[in-house]
T-cell receptor, first 110, second 111 residues
Framework: NAGVTQTPKFQVLKTGQSMTLQCAQD?????MYWYRQDPGMGLRLIYYSASEGTTDKGEVPNGYNVSRLNKREFSLRLESAAPSQTSVYFC?????????FGSGTRLTVV | GENVEQHPSTLSVQEGDSAVIKCTYSDSASNYFPWYKQELGKRPQLIID?????GEKKDQRIAVTLNKTAKHFSLHITETQPEDSAVYFC??????????FGAGTTVTVRA
């Protein structure tokens, strides 16, 4: 029982490159989320999926897209990476009554 | 949407002393208030939570209080220990799906 698994753990991109962050959960959560964490700004919601087949924008969606492939998997895609997207990204599953976070992806865009 | 403010941003305490972190929220519909602890390089982990029908909740050395009228809630850590050093986040939710987080408090416990 791994909980919420994110890959990769670290990534360096050049400006303009694209990549997909993967997230999978084995906790049977309907809801999944992507947050970014920046110093002094806490955790900000990028996108969320309330259930399989649905996705909605959060607080900071610009520059990102998501796919809820099935109940287990929720991916985050950067189509054209920018230095402002340098951050630590966390995937989470669960309801507002308690999340389980993945271990995070540290992304650097140079 | 919900706006959660958290203070202070940093807190340094002597081992054995108490630490208090305060948060305010804006949405009167919010009814669930969790606290997360994040150690360096690790994921945030839930340490305690409180629902709007309760004014205070304790779990060993940590406690959370809620004042719904004033829209603020606080985390209290007593008898602090070095392993309490971490970043603490408060959050609020109306219970549908999303959590809105405060900016975090870096707590340092001095030996």
């Amino acid at each position: 029982n791994a909980g919420v698994t994110q890959t990769p753990k670290f990534q360096v991109l050049k400006t303009g490159q694209s990549m997909t962050l993967q997230c999978a959960q084995d906790m049977n959560h309907n809801s999944m989320y992507w947050y970014r964490q920046d110093p002094g700004m806490g955790l900000r919601l990028i996108y969320y999926s309330a259930s399989e087949g649905t996705t909605d924008k959060g607080e900071v969606p610009n520059g990102y897209n998501v796919s809820r492939l099935n109940k287990r998997e929720f991916s985050l895609r950067l189509e054209s990476a920018a230095p402002s997207q340098t951050s630590v990204y966390f995937c989470a599953g669960g309801l507002g009554y308690g999340y389980t976070f993945g271990s995070g992806t540290r992304l650097t865009v140079v | 949407g919900e706006n959660v403010e958290q203070h202070p941003s940093t807190l340094s305490v002597q081992e054995g002393d108490s630490a208090v972190i305060k948060c305010t929220y804006s949405d009167s519909a919010s009814n669930y208030f969790p606290w997360y602890k994040q150690e360096l390089g690790k994921r945030p982990q839930l340490i305690i939570d409180i629902r709007s029908n309760v004014g205070e909740k304790k779990d060993q050395r940590i406690a959370v209080t809620l004042n719904k009228t004033a829209k603020h809630f606080s985390l209290h850590i007593t008898e602090t220990q070095p392993e309490d050093s971490a970043v603490y986040f408060c959050a609020a939710s109306s219970g549908d799906y999303k959590l809105s987080f405060g900016a975090g408090t870096t707590v340092t416990v001095r030996a």
